[in-house]
């Protein structure tokens, strides 16, 4: 039987809630305003509904996320490669959150590095880069497996944790901007010491 740590579900969704489901980004308006948005992520991209055509009554998404799951080798002794591309509606520049510069973009896709770069905070030493991975076979109560995933620009023990192995500010792409962040990642237990458990 396959171990908790190793099935490609429980990799995918730990670091997929470390994420979560929104994100909170301080930007500014074209006019350099002070604006407070709450971005939604779209994980699994084909779930996605910005345009709420799922839910007319629903005002349509202006800047969001979605993510997808390039390769998925991590636990496999390989690595994983997380895709995730930021969009941003450009608008007019007197419009509500109009993108006019493609800044806004740019300023979410800064939160998103942030959520995995540095120490955890609040006490916690660990970084943000090295996740628990958790057990979904009950998906309302996930259990930790006290072994985690590293991410880090090749997958390895190397360092640079938490850096993305690449980001690319597309500028345009019909009405948006765009900003696509890849991330690759390996399990612990596949690096070169096999004996080190999160946390430790």
């Not at 809630?17 to 929104?22: E, I, R």
């Not at 979904?136 to 640079?160: E, H, R």
């Amino acid at each position: 039987m396959v171990p908790p740590h190793r099935r490609k579900r429980n990799i995918r969704k730990s670091v997929e809630a470390q994420l979560g489901d929104t994100i909170n980004v301080a930007t500014v308006d074209p006019d350099g305003g002070a604006v407070a948005l709450v971005v939604p992520v779209y994980h699994q991209g084909g779930n996605a509904d910005p345009d709420s055509v799922r839910d007319p009554a629903a005002t349509p998404d202006r800047n969001w996320i979605q993510t997808e799951w390039l390769t998925e080798r991590a636990g496999s002794l390989g690595k994983s490669v997380w895709q995730l591309d930021v969009y941003s509606v450009d608008g007019s520049p007197d419009g509500a959150n109009s993108d006019v510069f493609g800044d806004i973009a740019s300023d979410i896709a800064d939160e998103v590095e942030d959520h995995f770069s540095g120490p955890r905070g609040g006490g916690d030493t660990r970084l943000k880069a090295w996740i628990n991975i958790q057990d979904y076979t009950v998906p309302a109560a996930p259990v930790p497996t006290d072994v985690c995933v590293m991410i880090s620009p090749n997958g390895s023990m190397i360092g640079n944790w938490g850096s993305p192995a690449s980001r690319t500010n597309v500028r345009r792409e019909g009405d948006f901007h765009r900003v696509t962040i890849t991330y690759e990642m390996a399990l612990v237990t596949d690096g070169v010491d096999v004996g080190l458990r999160f946390g430790a």
